[in-house]
């Protein structure tokens, strides 16, 4: 029964949403391509750049030792360069640079933009579907020779 109900609702979501159509030839499907996808991308990139730089990164081991200054530039050398992941249940560090770069993480700096990029080319390839259909109007006598 539950499930009979929410499929009824996504059918007239749907529905709704097919029949508020901007062009002849746009569908739900291509609307969720170019404004739901890109509006989602979006938002997740915000999310992930006030973490970012609003909030903080990442947390970066440090010795007790360190004073506030030393923690805070320990954790931007973290940010800027690769990182590796040590398991809560593992104690100490591998001395070995191998293991290390074995288990290094490069990608988190890079999410943000990734994400900018995929909205941007989601977006692109519908600006570029409607400059493709668009009629052609030829300025001047009106006639090709």
Same mark, same amino acid.
């Given at each position: 029964?539950?499930?009979?109900?929410?499929?009824?609702?996504? =059918? /007239?979501?749907?529905?709704?949403?097919g029949?508020?159509?901007s062009?002849?030839?746009?569908?739900?499907?291509?609307?969720?391509?170019?404004?739901?996808?890109t509006?989602?991308?979006?938002?997740? =990139?915000?999310?992930?750049?006030? /973490?970012?730089? @609003?909030?903080? $990164?990442?947390?970066?081991?440090?010795?007790?030792?360190?004073?506030?200054?030393?923690v805070?530039?320990? =954790?931007?050398?973290?940010?800027?360069?690769?990182?590796?992941?040590?398991? $809560?249940?593992?104690?100490?560090?591998?001395?070995?640079?191998?293991? /290390?770069?074995?288990?290094? @993480?490069?990608?988190?700096?890079?999410? $943000?933009?990734?994400?900018?990029?995929q909205?941007?080319i989601?977006?692109?390839?519908?600006?570029?579907?409607?400059? /493709?259909?668009? $009629?052609?109007?030829l300025?001047?006598?009106?006639?090709?020779?």
């Open positions: 029964m539950f499930e009979a109900g929410v499929l009824n609702g996504l =059918t /007239r979501i749907s529905v709704e949403l029949s508020s159509k062009r002849s030839d746009d569908d739900f499907v291509d609307r969720v391509n170019h404004s739901y996808t509006t989602v991308l979006m938002l997740c =990139t915000l999310i992930v750049l006030g /973490r970012q730089f @609003i909030g903080k $990164p990442m947390s970066c081991w440090t010795p007790n030792e360190f004073t506030g200054a030393q805070e530039y320990a =954790t931007l050398v973290c940010w800027v360069t690769s990182t590796y992941f040590i398991p $809560p249940n593992q104690a100490t560090i591998p001395a070995d640079l191998t293991v /290390r770069r074995k288990d290094s @993480i490069h990608y988190y700096q890079w999410v $943000p933009f990734i994400l900018m990029f909205a941007a989601y977006r692109k390839h519908f600006y570029l579907y409607l400059v /493709r259909d668009e $009629p052609v109007t300025v001047g006598s009106g006639r090709l020779a």
